[in-house]
């Protein structure tokens, strides 16, 4: 099977062309470094994403908040209910724990601006 992707590793955007066999990439051409082959293995395997939101504090004012690290693609909307349904107290600065262990992926969720 042939997947026709885009890659998001660089500001390039290079047209990847991957050859799919037992979902895993035994092929990919288009890539102008690394990082495209990287990426298209990853994105074919086990693809990722890093969620973006906002928690409620518990002034009723909104956090911007972020995964510490990419989660699988399957649990991002776990994570966005995990975080939904919490709260965080003020003040919040960044870098902070808002959700610990978010849907249980074991990727924290913090905290991307200082607020109150």
Known sequence: MTRNMICIGC???CELTVEVENGRAVSVTGNTCGIG?????????????MV?????????VP??????????KEKIFDVVS???????RLP????D???????GTGIDVIVTKDVG
Do not use: C, H, L
């Open 11 to 13: 500001p390039m955007g």
């Open 37 to 49: 082959r990287k990426y298209a293995e990853a994105e074919v395997s086990a693809p990722t994403r």
């Open 52 to 60: 973006t939101t906002t928690i409620m504090s518990d002034s009723g």
């Open 63 to 72: 956090v911007p908040v972020k995964t510490r690290t990419a989660v699988p």
């Open 82 to 88: 995990a975080v939904k349904s919490s709260v965080i």
């Open 92 to 95: 919040a600065r960044i870098g």
């Open 97 to 103: 724990t808002a959700v610990e262990n978010a849907a």
